[in-house]
């Protein structure tokens, strides 16, 4: 991301006062990885937790860093008497999608829109002309921590959604690869997906479950009563 999108240290010790943290992984002396956790409210007043950001440093990643983490957040999170936090991701991103739906238990019932007002697919070098034109959509997890699933997930069980399928959305597996070989069928495949994640939303559908496919995967959706 460019320079100016960076959390500056302030930002961190502000929030940190404002009651959230942030959470490091480390090997000796070196983070490699770390979230960080604010402090939300709800229209109701209820307090809940909102995860803005985990990264694991790429020499660490597929090593269970980033489930570490995300654990010790639920851990702290309802030690502090809150069960329910919330964030986004890239709805284009397939190991995001896995990570969070089938590892964390989370589901998603909210789409935004070009959520950032940015092209985060862009190389910050590249100048604006040259950049892919991608609008920043995201998925809302709702991680509900004390939900049967989300504990039997953190206790390490297996724990499958046996529900009746009531439909699924298509995103291509190499994300990445596709926006770089030809950026107009990425355009036009962004804009599918957002549709029918928005018709499937508006139809009371809730997405909890993903996948994985070698060209192709797939978000399941379900009834909300059976989730």
């Given at each position: 991301m460019p320079d100016i999108e960076i959390s500056p240290r302030r930002h961190l010790i502000v929030s940190r006062q404002a009651g959230g943290w942030t959470l490091g992984a480390f090997d000796g002396e070196r983070m490699v990885g770390f979230v960080h956790h604010m402090?939300?409210?709800?229209?109701?007043?209820?307090?809940?937790?909102?995860?803005?950001?985990?990264a694991v440093a790429k020499d660490y990643q597929n090593k269970g860093i980033g489930a570490r983490l995300k654990w010790a957040q639920r851990e702290r999170s309802?030690?502090?008497?809150?069960?329910?936090?919330?964030?986004?991701?890239?709805?284009?991103?397939?190991?995001?999608?896995?990570?969070?739906?089938?590892?964390?238990?989370?589901i998603v019932e909210t789409f935004a829109d070009n959520f950032y007002g940015m092209d985060y697919n862009a190389d910050p070098t590249q100048k604006e002309q040259d950049r892919p034109g991608l609008q920043s959509d995201r998925l809302f997890a709702s991680w509900r921590l004390n939900s049967d699933r989300v504990r039997r997930l953190a206790a390490g069980e297996d724990h499958?959604?046996?529900?009746?399928?009531?439909?699924?959305?298509?995103?291509?597996?190499?994300?990445?690869?596709?926006?770089?070989?030809d950026v107009v069928t990425a355009r036009r495949e962004q804009a599918r997906v957002r549709s029918e994640f928005k018709n499937a939303i508006a139809e009371g559908l809730v997405c909890a479950a993903f996948e994985r496919g070698r060209d192709q995967s797939k978000y399941l959706f379900y009834e909300k009563e059976s989730i």
């Open positions: 402090a939300g409210v709800r229209p109701n007043n209820e307090l809940f937790g909102y995860s803005h950001m985990m309802l030690g502090e008497g809150r069960d329910f936090i919330k964030w986004t991701w890239d709805p284009m991103q397939s190991r995001n999608a896995h990570f969070n739906l089938n590892r964390l238990g989370v499958q959604i046996t529900a009746k399928l009531a439909r699924s959305i298509a995103v291509p597996s190499e994300w990445g690869v596709l926006v770089k070989a």
